[in-house]
T-cell receptor, first 112, second 114 residues
Framework: QKEVEQNSGPLSVPEGAIASLNCTYS??????FFWYRQYSGKSPELIMF????GDKEDGRFTAQLNKASQYVSLLIRDSQPSDSATYLC????????????FGQGTRLTINP | GAGVSQSPRYKVAKRGQDVALRCDPI?????LFWYQQALGQGPEFLTY????????KSGLPSDRFFAERPEGSVSTLKIQRTQQEDSAVYLC????????????FGPGTRLTVT
């Protein structure tokens, strides 16, 4: 079992709809959770982070964390074609530890 | 302000050659990380520095890989006697936090070993 799992997609969503991206992790001691966006041929760009159970909203993005279920998700409201990218879920495995463990990413396509 | 920069952006090496990849972190960032990203995969951790101290090198795949950050700023990742399986994008990230939260990535160096 991989430490961080994501559906590789591709996930296709019509413009203006809500895109829902999911991630599960295996280490119950994980404390910090990050979503990165990576355009083709570019480097990962941090878009959201969440540390506590519940929801965190930033503009059109909402990160949701459920530690009991070891599940973290990213919702993108009013999806735009410019949101088309690979979304990487990353987990910091221990409190105070620094390395990030990434999932393989979900490729998202927003159709105009 | 200036982000993380890496050089070269592309490197082609013949099998057996040594290569050196450079990372300039965001000014003042304490933490610096190296990751390796294979095509279609997420980045995989290689090593971590806090200032000049290398605190974690558990991800380095073999003793052919060596990293340094002698003055706590610029870092170099060196790969000796390159092999085809070393072909990947090497990403550098820096963080203002000593805990490494909120890591910001550079553009990467694409290494191709022929």
């Amino acid at each position: 079992q991989k430490e961080v799992e994501q559906n590789s997609g591709p996930l296709s969503v019509p413009e203006g709809a809500i895109a829902s991206l999911n991630c599960t992790y295996s280490d119950r001691g994980s404390q910090s959770f990050f979503w990165y966006r990576q355009y083709s041929g570019k480097s990962p760009e941090l878009i959201m982070f969440i540390y506590s159970n519940g929801d965190k909203e930033d503009g059109r993005f909402t990160a949701q964390l459920n530690k009991a279920s070891q599940y973290v998700s990213l919702l993108i409201r009013d999806s735009q074609p410019s949101d088309s990218a690979t979304y990487l879920c990353a987990v910091s495995s221990e409190r105070g530890a620094q390395k990030l463990v990434f999932g393989q990413g979900t490729r998202l396509t927003i159709n105009p | 302000g200036a982000g993380v920069s890496q050089s070269p952006r592309y490197k082609v090496a013949k099998r057996g050659q040594d290569v050196a990849l450079r990372c300039d972190p965001i000014s003042g960032h304490v933490s610096l990380f190296w990751y390796q990203q294979a095509l279609g995969q997420g980045p995989e951790f290689l090593t971590y520095f806090q200032n000049e101290a290398q605190l974690d090198k558990s991800g380095l795949p073999s003793d052919r890989f060596f990293a340094e950050r002698p003055e706590g700023s610029v870092s170099t990742l060196k790969i000796q006697r390159t092999q085809q399986e070393d072909s990947a994008v090497y990403l550098c990230a820096s963080s203002p936090s000593s805990r490494g939260y909120e890591q910001y990535f550079g553009p990467g160096t694409r290494l191709t070993v022929t």
